[in-house]
């Protein structure tokens, strides 16, 4: 996941967003303009200090004052510009919280957002999260629904209170949906809300027992109960298979429901009994096979769940295999992008078929994400991924790069195409070129003069990611050095905190050859981040064994 959530990340608008260096590090005149009477101007300065992340610190005490304004605009602007601010916008928490409680919705919106990034600990943020649960705004309970899920096994006593309120119950379920197989503790008070009155709660209360999995096991018999109810039958036939316990009495029922000409509720009934015999290898055919026909469902929603139901089922590759081939054949491009999901979650056994399915164009930057999911795992489809660096479609060469550097170092057959592609090629799919060259590591050598010169590149971003993917080809080069420490000590200060874990990283990597980075290492090692701060020690260690 190091293109995509570490690293230099290649976010477009990290580095070029269009800041001057002067603009970075102006932050008292940028606070100056906070105070202006001009609402434009103050949220202009507002939007540009966010783009400065946790180097904005020193306007954190005017912002906070601006959660006061008069201006609806002003105070959602000022909670925005706190949570792009960070972890470091700490101090800030209990007054963006005081915001939870703004008349305008969009302000409570924005709070809840920047909360959310700014992420305290479980103490202070999840009983605020919890209350508004019962926000008069979907918009606002949305957000803080998928905030409190977060914090997981900590969120859950505060959701257990919330599900005795009957206004709240149903939000209550959603949250506990998303926490999962952390939210045991709950399994007694969801059981109960199994015979809510409301049938969404019910059907919230057994989605939510589902996703807990095994745990849930001691309400089984009152998610069979509810099979004698013609809106929760399909609800509460997925939850038994999830959970893997299906009583006798309701096993009767859900082998009659396999034989039913609805052919949902005949899929689900399959499914869940090759759940709870995965033994069975008939039952698994059969299950693959109704979950495969719902895929040509016209409801959308209806598809996915197939799709994720395929998943949970993991059958047998081999027999399986067959079976999606034939549904790829025949399949609309919709149908085929859900098959595609089922695949990649069978593993490495599936990578012939969602090689065989670029055939579909406008699915290959799909396919070719789901392959780098995959990882090492992916190897039998290099040479199709290299095939996909020339093609004419940016985005499906982008997702290849990426896929070819997360497979790793068994991509070394893509080196001269990579290097080409960062010849030829600009923007993103120069920056895909240059971290896939980095994953593959010593294996492209070859590389090393074109990114000697991309290090010196204008493109900052191109010159950072040059500097990191050096440093794993080549981390004994003394010519590389010379050219990477700099640049990679100059990323101990970026805003995301990511990169600065990456290039300490990659400081430690070339040992004694980057003994001039201490000095900054060592300040990196008081960062507010605990990630910078173990990757900073651990360099300065490789460096001064």
């Given at each position: 996941?190091?293109?995509?959530?570490?690293?230099?990340?290649?976010?477009?608008?990290?580095?070029?967003?269009g800041?001057?260096?002067?603009?970075?590090?102006?932050?008292?005149?940028l606070?100056?303009?906070l105070?202006?009477?001009?609402?434009?101007?103050?949220?202009?300065?507002?939007?540009?200090?966010?783009?400065?992340g946790?180097?904005?610190?020193?306007?954190?005490?005017?912002?906070?004052?601006?959660?006061?304004?008069?201006?609806?605009?002003?105070?959602?602007?000022?909670?925005r510009?706190?949570g792009?601010?960070?972890?470091?916008a700490q101090p800030?928490?209990?007054e963006?919280?005081?915001?939870?409680?703004?008349?305008?919705?969009?302000?409570?919106?924005?709070?809840?957002?920047?909360?959310?990034?700014?992420?305290p600990?479980?103490?202070?943020?999840?009983?605020?999260?919890?209350?508004?649960?019962?926000?008069?705004?979907?918009?606002?309970?949305?957000?803080?629904?998928?905030?409190?899920?977060?914090?997981g096994?900590?969120?859950?006593?505060?959701?257990?209170?919330?599900?005795e309120?009957?206004?709240?119950?149903?939000?209550?379920?959603?949250?506990?949906?998303?926490?999962?197989?952390?939210?045991?503790?709950?399994?007694?008070?969801?059981?109960?809300?199994?015979?809510?009155?409301?049938?969404?709660?019910?059907r919230?209360?057994?989605?939510?027992?589902?996703?807990?999995?095994?745990?849930?096991a001691p309400?089984?018999?009152e998610?069979?109960?509810?099979?004698e109810?013609?809106?929760?039958?399909?609800?509460?036939?997925?939850?038994?298979?999830r959970?893997?316990?299906?009583p006798?009495e309701?096993?009767?029922?859900?082998?009659?429901?396999?034989?039913?000409?609805?052919?949902?509720?005949?899929?689900?009934?399959?499914?869940s009994?090759?759940?709870?015999?995965p033994?069975?290898?008939?039952?698994?055919?059969k299950?693959t096979?109704?979950?495969?026909?719902v895929?040509?469902?016209e409801?959308?929603?209806?598809r996915?769940?197939?799709?994720?139901?395929?998943?949970?089922?993991?059958?047998?590759p081999?027999?399986?295999?067959?079976i999606?081939?034939?549904?790829?054949?025949?399949?609309?491009?919709?149908?085929?992008?859900?098959?595609?999901d089922?695949?990649?979650?069978?593993?490495?056994?599936?990578?012939?078929?969602l090689?065989r399915?670029?055939r579909f164009e406008?699915?290959?930057?799909r396919i070719?994400?789901?392959?780098?999911?995959?990882?090492?795992?992916?190897?039998?489809?290099?040479?199709?991924?290299?095939?996909?660096?020339?093609?004419?479609?940016?985005?499906?060469?982008?997702?290849?790069l990426?896929?070819?550097?997360?497979?790793?170092?068994?991509?070394?057959?893509?080196?001269?195409?990579?290097?080409?592609?960062?010849?030829?090629?600009?923007?993103?799919?120069?920056?895909?070129?240059?971290?896939?060259?980095?994953?593959?590591?010593?294996?492209?050598?070859?590389?090393?003069?074109?990114?000697?010169?991309t290090t010196?590149?204008?493109?900052?971003?191109?010159?950072?990611?040059?500097?990191?993917?050096?440093?794993?080809?080549?981390?004994?080069?003394?010519?590389?050095?010379?050219?990477?420490?700099?640049?990679?000590?100059?990323?101990?200060?970026?805003?995301?905190?990511?990169?600065?874990v990456?290039?300490a990283?990659?400081?430690?990597?070339?040992?004694?050859?980057?003994?001039?980075?201490?000095?900054?290492?060592?300040?990196?090692?008081?960062?507010?981040?605990?990630?910078?701060?173990t990757?900073?020690?651990?360099a300065v260690?490789?460096?001064?064994?």
């Open positions: 996941m190091f293109y995509r959530t570490v690293a230099f990340g290649l976010c477009l608008g990290i580095l070029s967003c800041l001057e260096a002067s603009v970075e590090t102006d932050v008292d005149r606070i100056t303009a105070h202006d009477e001009d609402d434009a101007v103050r949220v202009t300065a507002m939007e540009r200090l966010g783009r400065l946790p180097k904005a610190v020193p306007a954190m005490p005017t912002l906070q004052v601006l959660l006061r304004e008069d201006s609806p605009a002003v105070r959602a602007y000022a909670a510009t706190l792009r601010i960070g972890e470091a800030a928490v209990p963006l919280i005081r915001a939870f409680g703004d008349l305008e919705p969009a302000v409570r919106r924005t709070a809840v957002e920047a909360v959310g990034h700014i992420r600990d479980a103490e202070a943020a999840v009983g605020p999260f919890v209350r508004l649960m019962e926000d008069s705004n979907p918009a606002v309970r949305l957000r803080a629904l998928h905030t409190l899920a977060e914090y096994e900590a969120a859950v006593p505060a959701l257990l209170e919330l599900l309120k009957d206004r709240a119950a149903y939000w209550a379920c959603l949250v506990l949906n998303q926490i999962g197989p952390d939210a045991t503790d709950a399994v007694p008070a969801l059981t109960e809300r199994v015979s809510d009155e409301r049938a969404e709660v019910r919230e209360a057994i989605l939510a027992l589902a996703e807990i999995g095994e745990a849930a309400a089984a018999d998610i069979a109960a509810a099979l109810d013609g809106m929760d039958r399909i609800p509460a036939t997925y939850a038994l298979g959970i893997g316990r299906i006798p309701a096993e009767a029922r859900i082998r009659k429901n396999a034989d039913s000409p609805d052919p949902l509720l005949r899929a689900v009934s399959v499914w009994l090759a759940r709870a015999y033994e069975d290898r008939p039952l698994q055919q299950a096979e109704e979950l495969v026909a895929l040509e469902s409801d959308p929603h209806t996915a769940a197939a799709a994720k139901a395929l998943g949970a089922l993991e059958p047998d081999e027999m399986a295999a067959p999606l081939e034939e549904a790829l054949d025949d399949a609309d491009e919709e149908t085929v992008r859900d098959v595609l089922a695949l990649a979650g069978m593993g490495a056994a599936m990578v012939p078929q090689t399915a670029l406008p699915l290959r930057p070719a994400f789901l392959l780098g999911e995959m990882g090492p795992e992916a190897e039998p489809a290099i040479e199709a991924l290299i095939e996909l660096i020339d093609g004419p479609c940016r985005r499906t060469q982008h997702e290849a990426i896929a070819l550097g997360k497979i790793g170092p068994a991509a070394e057959a893509a080196v001269p195409a990579l290097t080409e592609a960062l010849r030829h090629t600009d923007g993103p799919c120069r920056y895909g070129a240059v971290y896939a060259l980095g994953r593959i590591g010593p294996e492209a050598e070859p590389a090393k003069p074109i990114l000697l010169e010196e590149s204008s493109d900052a971003t191109l010159a950072l990611l040059s500097a990191w993917a050096l440093a794993q080809i080549a981390p004994e080069c003394p010519q590389c050095a010379e050219k990477n420490v700099p640049l990679l000590i100059d990323a101990l200060e970026h805003p995301d905190p990511r990169h600065r990456e290039a990283a990659a400081l430690g990597a070339m040992g004694s050859l980057a003994e001039s980075a201490v000095p900054a290492l060592q300040e990196a090692a008081e960062d507010i981040d605990i990630g910078v701060r990757a900073a020690t651990a260690e490789a460096i001064e064994p």
